[in-house]
Structures are given as C-alpha cells and as structure tokens.
C-alpha cells in the first residue's frame, strides 16, 4: 500500500516519522489506513529536536563575548542583525570576515529507543555565524550586508541491543541561514538613529532514519526540506547622555515565499495473522520555517575605550502552529501545537585593557515555548520542552584597522521529551542538552 500526500503542511524541525512499534499497534488494534496516517505524524527517536527554543547559541563579534545583550549598545556587522540602528554608529567602513563557531552539541533523551534504551548523542559542528560588511554612504546614512547562522543543530546516531537484536541509526541536520541589507540614518543634531533590515531566511532540514527490532519489524524514513521566507526589521537607539543608551527592535514574522520537500516511510511487520508492508512517499511535501514577530529592548552603558555592559529582554508571543496538514484517501488530518510565550534575557559586559585588549562576559536564556504534558498519549507530535543556559566569554585585540577576538560559548539545560512506553504508548521522559562551542571572529576597518 502506497499512499501519497496531496495537502500541505508547515514543519518545525523534525516532524513527519511514525514510530513503527506504534504503528504495529494500531494495525493490531484495527486502526487501518487512517490510524497508520496519524503513526506517521509521529517521530522517530533517532530525529528528536529540541523544538520551541529560539536560540540555542548567540552570534556576533562583541554581542557574542557579551551573552547576546547589543539591543542598546550594537555597532558595525552586529547591528545589522540585534539592532539596525546601531549601524549609525559604526566606526567606518568595515568588513567582518568571519565569525565562526566550531565546537560540540550533546543530546540525550533518557529511554527513548525503542528497547529503553537513551537517545544520545555528541556531534562536532561548524557554524559560519556571521559576516558582512558596513559602509557609511553620508555623515548621517550608514549601510550594510549581512548573512548570519542563528540556527544549526546536527546529530547522528547509531544504537543496538545485540543480545534481542534490536537496532537504530538515524541522521539529524537542520540550519537556518539569515541575509540581506540594513539601512541606519542618524541626524548630526540628534540623539536618536533609527534603522530597518530585511532578510531572506533560508532553511535547509534533512532527517533519515532506519530499525530493526525483535517487535518483528523493520522500519526506515527519510525527509528533506527547503524553505525561503522574507522578514523585516526595524529599530532605534537613543543617547540618553553619559555613555547610557536604550534601544528596541520590532521583527515582523517570517513570511513563506517558497518551499520543496521530499518525503518517504516504509515500514514492513511480521505479525502473527500475516506479513503487513506501510509506505507512504511523497515528492511534493510543502514546509513552512514559521518564526514570529518579536520585540526586543535593551539598556547599556559604554565608557569608551575603558568599559561597558548590556541588558536585553527579547519577547515571543504565544501563537498556534499547524505541525501538518494532509490528505490521505480523501481525508483532511491537521494537528495544531500551542506555543507559549518566551522571555529570553541577555547580560553582558566589557572591560578594555590598555584600550586595545577587550575582556567580555555574559550570560544569556533560550526558554522553550513548548510544555510536554504530564499525560501525553494523545500528542501526536514529539517535541521537547528543554530551557537553556547559556554563558559566553572572549577576549581579544583591536587597533585602528582590525580586531580580532577569540571566545567560548556554553549553553546547557534538561527538561523533557516524549518517549515510547513498553506496550507502545507515549510517555513523558527527562531530556538533556548541552553545547560548546569556540568562536573566532575578525574584523577590519578602512
């Protein structure tokens, strides 16, 4: 039996694995076609993501040493992403030539295989987090280019249970690509500089996965997704004298301009009343990189040349999303998520020494906007509800015409994920997540 999707549906993280064992239990119980579509919305435990988070790292040169606080205080490349406005106060033309961030991210869903066993993992990444360049059109217009990574998350996985010859592997790759121009205008009698951006969000998300168990099946998957999307930026700092400066940025959700997908589940059980086969393929799977709109404001202090530090708070508003929607023999199945609202704080500081050695620190939040529920065998959709911690250093050089800086970026939180229970049902388990990452960043100035 063969049945392909005609609907569409958006897709946040990793989405569209069915659990075999689940699906072997509702063939058992009599579910039929149907019952297997639903298996399907399932996912397997070698593609679990830690969904509902809206930073798992931060990015930039200075905001990256500083916890990600440069709402109030952001110049050069960095203002192109946290906040436009900063652009008009740039130190020159520039160029930033890399920022990268190398390092490993570590998962593990306690008893999430299908023989109990933990879902882990300890994956090396590259992220080309962020580069540009800046140059001021006028004394008070000041443009840039960016392209910037705020998301890349890789796993890869590969378990057995030899002695009841139970077996899984699976390989998770998402990443979320930002590019496109900032504009800042900041009048030579004026405390206020105002600023806008806009960006092509470019998402690329592949998961396979494959089983074997003694629950007498077999069972593998795969699905890659592309999405182009277009949001807007817009923002504004202002002096209040002294050295303080608040800021605030307002980002418009992500609107869908383009997406490709490709899907496949097949699934082959040995049941005691005869031999059942399930696939389910499609060339026509439609994504959607939902991000919503957010506010972000902030408070700083920079004493040139000597100090400064950073406080931001960033707001996401709770909204409901369509994990899917499909068809299956003239069918229409949707499951809708809530997704409550998130706080994430940023805090950060700075001291130079000798007014060329900068010396940064800071710590930042990544909540989830997802809660698992206590009793969970009716949600359809694994996700994880796990809130990171996240603390950053670096330190560095700078002259005239470059800097350079060298830090590191720790973020770490648990919290849960949904597993599957000995007789096939979803149950809640304890989940684990950890990064580390170094970063390199240079900059040069004309």
């Given at each position: 039996?063969?049945?392909?999707?005609?609907?569409?549906?958006?897709?946040?993280d990793?989405?569209?694995?069915?659990?075999?064992?689940?699906?072997?239990?509702?063939?058992?119980?009599?579910?039929?076609?149907?019952?297997?579509?639903?298996?399907?919305?399932?996912?397997?435990?070698?593609a679990?993501?830690?969904?509902?988070?809206?930073?798992?790292?931060?990015?930039?040169?200075?905001?990256?040493?500083?916890?990600?606080?440069?709402?109030?205080?952001?110049?050069d490349?960095?203002?192109?992403?946290?906040?436009?406005?900063?652009?008009?106060?740039?130190?020159?033309?520039?160029?930033s030539?890399?920022?990268?961030?190398?390092?490993?991210?570590?998962?593990?869903?306690?008893?999430a295989?299908?023989?109990?066993?933990?879902?882990?993992?300890?994956t090396?990444?590259?992220?080309?987090?962020?580069?540009?360049?800046?140059?001021?059109?006028?004394?008070?217009?000041?443009?840039?280019?960016?392209?910037?990574?705020?998301?890349?998350?890789?796993?890869?996985?590969?378990?057995?249970?030899?002695?009841?010859?139970?077996?899984?592997?699976?390989?998770?790759?998402?990443?979320?690509?930002?590019?496109?121009?900032?504009?800042?205008?900041?009048?030579?009698?004026?405390?206020?500089?105002?600023?806008?951006?806009?960006?092509?969000?470019?998402?690329?998300?592949?998961?396979?996965?494959?089983?074997?168990?003694?629950?007498?099946?077999?069972?593998?998957?795969?699905?890659?997704?592309?999405?182009?999307?277009l949001?807007?930026?817009?923002?504004?700092?202002?002096?209040?004298?002294?050295?303080?400066?608040?800021?605030?940025?307002?980002?418009?959700?992500?609107?869908?301009?383009?997406?490709?997908?490709?899907?496949?589940?097949?699934?082959?059980?040995?049941?005691?009343?005869?031999?059942?086969?399930?696939?389910?393929?499609?060339?026509?799977?439609?994504?959607?990189?939902?991000?919503?709109?957010?506010?972000?404001?902030?408070?700083?202090?920079?004493?040139?040349?000597?100090?400064?530090?950073?406080?931001?708070?960033?707001?996401?508003?709770?909204?409901?999303?369509?994990?899917?929607?499909?068809?299956v023999?003239?069918?229409?199945?949707?499951?809708?998520?809530?997704?409550h609202?998130?706080?994430?704080?940023?805090?950060?500081?700075?001291?130079?020494?000798?007014?060329?050695?900068?010396?940064?620190?800071?710590?930042?939040?990544?909540?989830?906007?997802?809660?698992?529920?206590?009793?969970?065998?009716?949600t359809?959709?694994?996700?994880?509800?796990?809130?990171?911690?996240?603390?950053?250093?670096?330190?560095?050089?700078?002259?005239?015409?470059?800097?350079?800086?060298?830090g590191?970026?720790y973020?770490?939180?648990?919290?849960?994920?949904l597993?599957?229970?000995?007789?096939?049902?979803?149950?809640?388990?304890?989940?684990d997540?950890?990064?580390?990452?170094?970063?390199v960043?240079?900059?040069?100035?004309?």
């Amino acid at each position: 039996m063969t049945m392909t999707t005609e609907d569409s549906f958006p897709i946040r993280d990793s989405v569209m694995f069915s659990d075999a064992r689940r699906a072997a239990s509702l063939r058992a119980s009599g579910g039929g076609v149907l019952s297997l579509a639903l298996a399907v919305a399932s996912l397997a435990p070698a593609a679990r993501a830690t969904d509902g988070r809206y930073r798992d790292f931060v990015i930039g040169e200075r905001a990256g040493g500083m916890g990600g606080a440069a709402i109030a205080v952001a110049s050069d490349v960095d203002a192109i992403f946290y906040n436009p406005s900063g652009l008009a106060h740039s130190r020159g033309d520039s160029i930033s030539l890399s920022a990268n961030l190398y390092g490993i991210q570590n998962y593990k869903t306690k008893g999430a295989l299908d023989w109990g066993a933990d879902d882990k993992s300890d994956t090396f990444v590259t992220i080309p987090g962020a580069m540009g360049g800046v140059s001021r059109l006028s004394d008070e217009w000041v443009a840039g280019f960016g392209a910037f990574t705020p998301k890349q998350e890789k796993r890869h996985l590969i378990a057995a249970d030899d002695a009841r010859r139970n077996f899984s592997n699976g390989d998770y790759n998402d990443q979320t690509l930002w590019i496109g121009p900032a504009l800042a205008w900041a009048p030579s009698d004026s405390r206020l500089s105002l600023g806008a951006g806009l960006f092509a969000v470019y998402r690329d998300c592949s998961i396979s996965q494959s089983s074997f168990s003694s629950h007498a099946y077999t069972w593998n998957g795969a699905i890659d997704i592309k999405t182009l999307g277009l949001l807007a930026s817009v923002g504004a700092q202002y002096d209040l004298g002294d050295g303080w400066s608040v800021g605030a940025t307002v980002q418009s959700p992500n609107v869908r301009v383009w997406d490709d997908g490709t899907m496949s589940v097949n699934a082959s059980f040995d049941e005691r009343d005869g031999d059942f086969d399930f696939g389910l393929y499609s060339t026509d799977v439609r994504a959607d990189n939902y991000i919503p709109w957010q506010l972000a404001v902030g408070l700083g202090r920079t004493v040139p040349g000597v100090w400064g530090f950073a406080l931001d708070a960033i707001y996401h508003p709770s909204h409901s999303v369509d994990f899917m929607r499909w068809k299956v023999d003239g069918s229409s199945l949707s499951d809708t998520i809530h997704l409550h609202s998130v706080l994430d704080v940023s805090l950060g500081g700075e001291y130079i020494v000798k007014e060329r050695y900068p010396v940064r620190a800071g710590v930042y939040t990544g909540f989830s906007s997802i809660r698992v529920p206590d009793d969970p065998e009716n949600t359809d959709f694994i996700t994880s509800d796990v809130d990171m911690y996240g603390v950053t250093f670096s330190v560095g050089r700078r002259n005239e015409r470059m800097s350079v800086n060298f830090g590191l970026d720790y973020a770490f939180g648990s919290g849960h994920d949904l597993a599957d229970g000995p007789d096939g049902r979803k149950i809640r388990t304890d989940c684990d997540r950890s990064v580390l990452l170094a970063t390199v960043s240079t900059t040069y100035y004309f």
